[in-house]
């Protein structure tokens, strides 16, 4: 019996977060996929840290999944390298432009980050994060935290201001050629399903799923079942 190599996999973590992110899919994915989670922090513009996650990723080809910032990154690098992207998932994201009260917000929050640290924005963050109602509430908190400390709060004004300035993505979208799976939660706050519903209208052949009993961190919501759509999508 043979047994196919597993799939080169680039997960993109989002805003104010990194490979803790992704960690149930890594480990329940590990049988079928290489997974590498790079760490996009160090730019200002998702054009730019979509050129940089091309440069370091250790794969020539692979099948590519992004969480909400990390899902404007992985369509940036869709449109960059679409020659390079053999999968494409785009979970808890939008494709539209970030609207001017959205930006005003933002920047609030890295002034905050500034002067009463990252663990109160992460804090006040919590409750579009994850659903309320999620069993794991607390250790999902403790999460949340742990990966704001870990990216900081330079880079968390970096991103903050990549997430500002992308641009409206829709019309690419048409042009995506690969297997697309689009999804998010159901009680995604930030992301809401209308939103993925008009992405995967948008993507030919695109496959929809929205998770129940789930907010827009859907990786550490449902891991399960988020583990078992990339799965699935894989193929």
Same mark, same amino acid.
């Given at each position: 019996?043979?047994?196919? $190599?597993? +799939?080169?996999?680039?997960?993109?973590?989002?805003?104010?977060?990194?490979?803790?992110?992704?960690?149930? @899919?890594?480990?329940?994915?590990?049988? !079928?996929?290489?997974?590498?989670?790079?760490? /996009?922090?160090?730019?200002?513009?998702?054009?730019?840290?979509?050129?940089?996650?091309?440069? #370091?990723?250790?794969?020539?080809?692979?099948?590519?999944?992004?969480?909400?910032?990390?899902?404007? !990154?992985?369509?940036? !690098?869709?449109? @960059? *390298? /679409?020659?390079?992207?053999?999968?494409?998932? =785009?979970?808890?994201?939008?494709?539209?432009?970030?609207?001017?009260?959205?930006?005003?917000?933002?920047?609030?929050?890295?002034?905050?980050?500034?002067?009463?640290?990252?663990?109160?924005?992460?804090?006040?963050?919590? %409750?579009?994060?994850?659903? /309320?109602? *999620? %069993? +794991?509430?607390?250790?999902?908190?403790?999460?949340?935290?742990?990966?704001?400390?870990?990216?900081?709060?330079?880079?968390?004004? +970096?991103?903050?201001?990549?997430? !500002?300035?992308? /641009?409206?993505?829709?019309?690419?979208? $048409?042009?995506?050629?690969? %297997?697309?799976?689009?999804?998010?939660?159901? @009680?995604? =706050?930030?992301?809401?399903?209308? =939103?993925?519903?008009?992405?995967?209208?948008?993507?030919?052949?695109?496959? =929809?799923?929205?998770?129940? #009993?789930?907010?827009?961190?859907?990786?550490?919501?449902?891991?399960?079942?988020?583990?078992?759509?990339?799965?699935?999508?894989?193929?």
């Amino acid at each position: 019996m043979t047994t196919s $190599a597993p +799939r080169p996999l680039v997960l993109v973590p989002g805003l104010l977060c990194d490979a803790l992110l992704w960690a149930p @899919q890594v480990e329940g994915l590990a049988d !079928i996929a290489d997974a590498w989670v790079p760490a /996009p922090t160090q730019h200002a513009s998702v054009e730019a840290l979509a050129r940089a996650v091309l440069a #370091d990723c250790p794969f020539e080809r692979f099948a590519l999944a992004g969480l909400s910032m990390g899902g404007y !990154i992985a369509m940036a !690098i869709q449109r @960059q *390298a /679409p020659q390079r992207v053999t999968h494409l998932a =785009l979970l808890d994201t939008n494709a539209v432009a970030d609207a001017p009260a959205a930006s005003t917000a933002r920047r609030e929050l890295v002034a905050r980050s500034q002067t009463e640290g990252l663990g109160a924005v992460a804090d006040a963050l919590l %409750p579009r994060l994850v659903w /309320p109602q *999620a %069993p +794991r509430h607390a250790a999902l908190r403790a999460t949340v935290r742990s990966m704001a400390w870990n990216v900081g709060a330079a880079a968390f004004a +970096r991103q903050q201001e990549a997430i !500002i300035g992308r /641009p409206d993505a829709r019309a690419a979208l $048409a042009h995506v050629g690969c %297997p697309t799976l689009v999804a998010c939660g159901a @009680q995604d =706050l930030l992301t809401p399903p209308a =939103l993925h519903e008009e992405m995967a209208a948008l993507v030919p052949g695109a496959r =929809l799923e929205v998770f129940a #009993d789930c907010g827009h961190l859907s990786t550490l919501e449902q891991p399960g079942r988020v583990t078992q759509a990339l799965r699935s999508w894989l193929g």
